[in-house]
């Protein structure tokens, strides 16, 4: 019996609702799974997991009681359910797609909590990639530090969907909404009279020390650089 790839990547046209492989030998699917692998070593850092155990005690904690999964448990007991979480990623990654249909830069990835039950299936969950962000990198590939940068903001990207969000996915088994309180100090990225926080940029925070900004580079400027 084969075994499925760990990374299971697909496109989307714009303007389509079809799916369609991403071929493994395309720069796409290279330099994507190329960030999805480092991510994963990430992921696995005393670090990450130290701070992905931090923000899932501050989440449960302000659930209603009925919701929470950690009353009375110990951080070691949350560091567990960690530690299964990151050797599921390690088997298999969520399904990716760089889709054609995320056309604002402002959103260059996201994760939609999807209602789970049984088992963890990370197939049936998905990380949606701006198209245009993945092209932008593939063009930028003739200049090494340029192409580097662009991997680091995709490490980013992985990092806050599938640290900061997916996570939550898969200990509440979809549970929409972050409370409030899980969210970065003096963060201005939502509507501040929203009661919902924002699990990814507080993990980002907790890891890097604050949000991570990227701005676009002119097609023109990326020989220069």
């Known amino acids: 019996m084969l075994s499925l790839p760990r990374h299971r990547i697909l496109r989307r046209a714009r303007g389509s609702q079809r799916l369609a492989r991403q071929n493994n030998d395309t720069a796409e699917y290279i330099y994507v799974a190329l960030a999805l692998d480092i991510t994963l070593g990430l992921l696995s850092s005393r670090t990450a997991k130290a701070a992905m155990t931090r923000v899932t005690r501050v989440f449960d904690e302000n659930l209603p009681s009925h919701l929470q999964l950690f009353l009375g448990i110990s951080d070691a007991g ?42 963890f299936n990370p197939l049936k969950q998905e990380i949606l990639l701006n198209k245009q962000l993945v092209e932008d990198m593939v063009h930028a590939a003739e200049s090494r530090q340029v192409l ?78």
């Open 78 to 119: 949350i560091a567990n359910s960690i530690d299964r979480f990151v050797d599921i990623m390690y088997f298999q990654t969520p399904l990716i797609i760089i889709d054609g249909n995320m056309r604002d830069p402002a959103t260059p990835a996201c994760h939609h909590r999807d209602i789970w039950s049984g088992t």
């Open 148 to 225: 580097q940068r662009f991997q680091f903001q995709f490490v980013n990207l992985f990092f806050h969907e599938i640290g900061g969000h997916l996570l939550f996915t898969y200990l509440y088994h979809g549970l929409p909404g972050t409370p409030r309180q899980v969210t970065p100090p003096n963060w201005c990225g939502q509507d501040q009279e929203e009661e919902i926080g924002e699990s990814g940029r507080t993990m980002e925070t907790v890891v890097f020390g604050g949000t991570v900004e990227f701005f676009d580079i002119p097609e023109a400027r990326i020989k220069e650089i």
